[in-house]
């Protein structure tokens, strides 16, 4: 069984200031080898509140989007799972993972764009920060990467390219696809997060961005489907 899979992230906290001293120091060495512009490098609470929900050791996950693809007519149905408390998040996000797989018995493939990437390890990292056992479908440490069954939209389109990157949003234009960033985007939802106090209206940019991914993988691994819209369950 496939399935969608996107997660939006934040910092731990809204400031930078709000986190421990071993942690300042921590985010100041990381922030050290990342390409900053003038104005964050000489300022930490500025890189901090735009950069650390990017990593797993700094940021927190406050909405995982899943799309469970039909195959007989490709309806791509969609669950969002939205909580400001991560750890109740991730066990509810688990507890579906662990559901399906005694159902159908078998491994679940999950699909992403840069998947294997980032959401993927990012997950296991937090998942292991609050002393979570991993589902059997993620248990991922030590294998090889043929021995990887789940799906990476960026991966099938690089063919064998590793040396080029492309946006999901690129591709669906390219590909003639509805894209998802017509609200906010990645680089907004820290903001919209902390500032706006408005995790709906990030979890509705995340369902779309499941819609567009959900299609882009079709187009990628099928020659020929028609989508219709998606349908939203609770």
């Not at 159908?104 to 998947?115: D, E, R, S, V, Y």
């Not at 680089?187 to 990030?202: A, F, K």
């Amino acid at each position: 069984m496939e399935l969608i899979i996107d997660i939006e992230t934040v910092s731990n906290h809204k400031d930078f200031e709000e986190i421990s001293s071993p942690l300042k120091k921590q985010w100041e060495r990381k922030a050290s080898f990342l390409r900053l512009s003038e104005t964050e490098q000489l300022n930490p609470h500025q890189s901090y509140f735009n950069h650390a929900g990017i990593y797993a050791e700094f940021g927190k996950i406050i909405c995982i989007g899943i799309g469970f693809v039909q195959d007989k007519e490709k309806q791509i149905r969609i669950k969002m799972i939205a909580n400001h408390n991560e750890k109740a998040l991730i066990l509810e996000f688990f507890q579906l993972i662990i559901d399906i797989e005694k159902k159908i018995q078998k491994p679940i493939i999950l699909c992403g764009h840069n998947i294997k990437e980032f959401d993927l390890p990012y997950i296991c990292r937090r998942a292991l920060v609050h002393g979570i056992p991993l589902p059997k479908s993620l248990k991922l440490s030590g294998l090889k990467p043929w021995q990887i069954l789940h799906q990476d939209t960026l991966e099938l389109w690089r063919f064998g390219d590793y040396k080029h990157y492309t946006s999901l949003d690129l591709l669906a234009q390219i590909l003639n696809i509805p894209s998802s960033k017509t609200d906010i985007d990645g680089s907004e939802v820290n903001n919209v997060y902390w500032n706006e106090n408005d995790l709906q209206r990030i979890s509705d940019y995340c369902a779309k961005d499941i819609f567009t991914t959900a299609l882009v993988y079709l187009r990628l691994s099928r020659e020929n489907f028609k989508y219709y819209d998606p349908i939203y369950i609770s």
